[in-house]
Structure formats: structure tokens, C-alpha cells
């Protein structure tokens, strides 16, 4: 039951990101958003990043958390945080290289 902590608590955190950021907070939650200058934040298009954003932390944390449990259940401990954490890498470099396109 302990390797579930680690795995809950994350899932946990994904989805309070996904409800908790909005475009009233984005400027200062959200890197590199919060670097930009108020020219380069004219060329972003928030309002269409955040509904990519926030799907893509809901669908994270529901589906990684699916999927350790179908691998710690046709597997062992091991391999199921193994792929659990290749998994949320992955995704994450997904996350950054998909939200390239919101810069107009």
C-alpha cells in the first residue's frame, strides 16, 4: 500500500493544478508566462493555452494513475512506479514541446 502514496499525492497535485490555474494567476504561476514582457504576452494566447493546459494536467493524473494500477496489478511494484515515471517524463516534455504553438 506504500508505493500508492507517492502515486496519489502526484495525482493529487496534477489535478489541483488543472482547477487551480486560471488567467487571473497564469502571470505569476505560470513559467515562463511570468517572464514575458507585456509585448510578449500580447503574442501568447493564453485563453486557448489554459484549456490546453488544464486538459492536459486532468487527463494526466487520471490516466497515469490508471495505468500504474493496471501495471502494479499485471506486474510488480518495479516496473509499475517504473513506467509510472517514464510515463509523467514523457508527458511533461510533451507539455512543453505542444505549447510552442500558442505563441501567435
Known amino acids: 500500500m ?3 502514496i507517492p502515486v496519489i499525492i502526484v495525482t ?3 489535478y489541483i493544478i488543472s482547477i487551480s490555474i486560471n488567467k487571473d494567476n497564469a502571470k ?3 513559467s515562463p508566462y511570468n517572464r514575458m ?3 510578449e504576452r500580447k503574442k501568447f494566447d493564453l485563453d ?3 484549456i490546453f493546459f488544464k486538459n492536459f494536467f486532468r487527463q494526466q493524473s487520471a490516466y497515469t494513475f490508471l495505468i500504474f494500477v493496471i501495471f502494479k496489478w499485471l506486474y510488480n ?3 509499475a512506479i517504473s513506467i509510472y515515471s517514464l510515463l509523467i517524463t514523457l508527458s511533461l516534455i510533451y507539455l512543453v514541446i505542444k505549447s510552442n504553438k ?3
Open 102 to 104: 500558442f505563441y501567435k
Open 48 to 50: 486557448k493555452f489554459l
Open 37 to 39: 514582457s507585456e509585448a
Open 2 to 4: 506504500s508505493i500508492y
Open 28 to 30: 505569476y504561476l505560470l
Open 12 to 14: 493529487a497535485m496534477y
Open 77 to 79: 511494484d518495479k516496473v
